[in-house]
């Protein structure tokens, strides 16, 4: 080969080789300035901390529910009628018994005093039948009775002395005959008066009587009656919590009148959404506030769990009965409320933010920092409140844990960047 072929090979090897060198160390520059950019990245990524500490964990479920009272009873009208006046108010406490309105009772009235007027002419009719017959009668016919009382006697004595006389031939037999026939005729006259008498008030007479004074005192009983239900009363004691009646109103057998109710304690039915009720159990506390009345809290525990499900609006909800000590009487009925059942309180528990916890592949966890970067670290979480959560394990106090990212706030965090720290 041509000492001038040779130089042209041996140059082209060196030429090739020094690219290749060129080649590589811009390849090493250019890494080297990739992992420079990315740690200087990383490391500008400031993220916010928040510190793992020990604290007590209420875990509740929070709710809307509608106040009834535990025991109520309505006042109705038991009679038409036009309200004649009022006596009460809403929201006053009552009586059982105790005078609500009054009806007019205009009409039961004089029922009732037509009644009484027949009752007494029954009551009259029942004692003259009783004593025999109307008293003129019966006095008139015991005044006939005696005068023949006495003609018998009279008779018996003209007989008797007759009967004598003839013994001694002194009277005829037409005589003795003649006395015999006015005893007898007397007699029969007394027997006759007698029999009048007995029959001056028969048994018939004395049952329809007695069946008349009953349909009196009857019609008496339900003149009172209609009189008396003229008047609507407080079924039981307590507050008239629901009555708006005005003088004038009409009202119809069965009309509501008010609803009375014990307000010492209420019942408040919460309604508790499907995914929460087997957090629910009897006995757990509760806790009601009212808007209407802020900064006020009544207590209460649970007292009835739900047996069904049931649609309310776009919710579906179990019905759970709550009673409530109201002894202000300030939680009124029909009034909605909220509503906090405490389901679980752990003292002492490890706490941490509900931010700090992550999902990550399914798995639930926390980014702990560790020197100038963080790590990924599952955990174990118990019950949570409304910004806490209980770890059971995986998290200590004192760890420092990520909440939230600072800057630039669309950062995607890693376990391992470096990162800059802002800590509480």
Known sequence: MPKSVCHNVVGDLLQARAMKKYWLLVAFLTLLLLWWGLSRRESSVTLHFNTAHRGTIVSTVSTNGKVEPVEWAAARAETAGVVRSVA??????????????????????????????????????????????????????????????????????????????????????????????????????????????????????????????????????????????????????????????????????????????????VKVTVYVDEPDLGRIALDMPVNITWDARPGQKWSGRVNKLPTEVVALGTRTVGEVTTIVDNPNHDLLPGVSVNASIISKVVNDAVSIPRSALRTLNGATGVYKLTADSIVWVPVVAGISDVNNVQIVSGVEPGDRLVDRVVDPSDAEIRSGMRVKALID
């Open 88 to 265: 009460v108010q809403r929201g006053q406490q009552v009586t059982a018994g105790q005078q609500l309105v009054l009806l007019d009772a205009t009409s039961a009235r004089s029922e009732l005093e037509a009644a009484l007027a027949k009752e007494h002419e029954a009551r009259a009719e029942t004692a003259t039948l009783g004593q025999g017959g109307k008293a003129q009668t019966l006095a008139d016919l015991n005044d006939s009775i005696a005068s023949a009382q006495a003609a018998v006697t009279v008779a018996q004595r003209n007989y008797d002395a007759m009967q004598r006389l003839a013994e001694k031939q002194a009277a005829t037999k037409l005589q003795l005959l003649d006395a015999k026939d006015a005893v007898e005729r007397a007699t029969l006259h007394l027997s006759a008066l007698k029999d009048q008498k007995d029959t001056l008030v028969t048994a018939s007479d004395k049952s329809v009587a007695d069946a008349k004074l009953r349909d009196a005192q009857s019609a008496v009983a339900l003149a009172r009656h209609r009189l008396n239900v003229a008047t609507v009363v407080a079924p039981i004691a307590g507050t008239l919590y629901q009555f708006d009646l005005k003088v004038g109103a009409y009202l119809q057998p069965g009309d509501l009148a008010g609803l009375v109710g014990k307000l010492d304690q």
